[in-house]
């Protein structure tokens, strides 16, 4: 971007992009008031972790290029609507609907885009739930609306894509046959495993 924009520009970036990171810090908010009240009321926490980070200034170009876009503050709001991302790491793959209720009731965010990879697996065999939302951040002169990209998975799903993605970028995006096979063979595997460790779960706490 520095190489793009002006010196008074790049504060206007700056600024820009700093609204993305107050999001965050409040949709993180949300996550734990709804994980300590859980525990709370129901001794269970369903949020094992939570990871953000905002997308660089150089992802951020990539995409508009790949998308073919002119670089400006409006078509980057509009287009580029996981600039904030937030990844919530669950234990139980029934946490991941739970969450998604919890969530989506809140009178404040306006659940704009939902992508279910755990009942709709990639082919790949990737599963996560992505949600796009756009929440309100409160700044001293104005309300922005904030488009953001909540993915929840569990902590199986979560340890199968971040190999998948190690391998992803190591063959340079081109993962040979047999590798990708195996991907596929393990991720059934982690769906299974999830299956059985919400069931060994229910079974616990009917002993309660
Ligand atoms: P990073 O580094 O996480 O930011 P769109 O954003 O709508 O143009 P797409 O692919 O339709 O693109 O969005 P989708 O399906 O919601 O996926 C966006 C993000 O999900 C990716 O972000 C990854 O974080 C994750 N993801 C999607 N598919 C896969 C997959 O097959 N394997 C793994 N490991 N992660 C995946 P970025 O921008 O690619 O990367």
New binding site residues.
């Given amino acids: 971007i520095r190489n793009l924009v002006d010196a008074n520009q790049l504060k206007d970036w700056a600024k820009f992009l700093l609204t993305y990171k107050f999001a965050i810090d409040e949709m993180e908010t949300k996550f734990n008031i709804l994980n300590e009240e859980l525990q709370f009321i129901q001794q269970y926490n369903p949020i094992e972790h939570v990871k953000s980070?905002i997308?660089t200034p150089k992802?951020i170009l990539d995409?508009m290029r790949r998308?073919n876009l002119a670089l400006s503050m409006d078509n980057v709001k509009t287009h580029?609507?996981?600039i904030a991302?937030i990844r919530v790491i669950c234990s139980f793959n029934s946490d991941i609907y739970r969450l998604v209720d919890m969530i989506s009731a809140h009178s404040d965010i306006r659940i704009v885009q939902v992508?279910d990879?755990v009942k709709h697996p990639?082919p790949?065999g990737?599963q996560?739930l992505?949600l796009?939302v756009e929440i309100p951040v409160f700044l001293t002169d104005r309300t922005e609306r904030v488009l953001m990209?909540i993915?929840i998975r569990t902590i199986a799903m979560d340890f199968?894509?971040?190999l998948?993605?190690k391998i992803?970028y190591k063959f340079d995006k081109q993962i040979p046959d047999h590798i990708e096979q195996q991907l596929r063979e393990t991720a059934h595997i982690i769906s299974s495993l999830d299956e059985r460790m919400v069931q060994l779960h229910l079974e616990v706490q009917s002993y309660k």
Avoid: F, P, V
Wanted: no cysteine; proline share 0%; glycine share 4%.
């Fill in positions: 980070r997308k992802s995409k998308k580029i609507q996981d991302g992508k990879y990639k790949n990737y996560s992505h796009i990209e993915q199968w894509a971040s998948e993605h992803y």
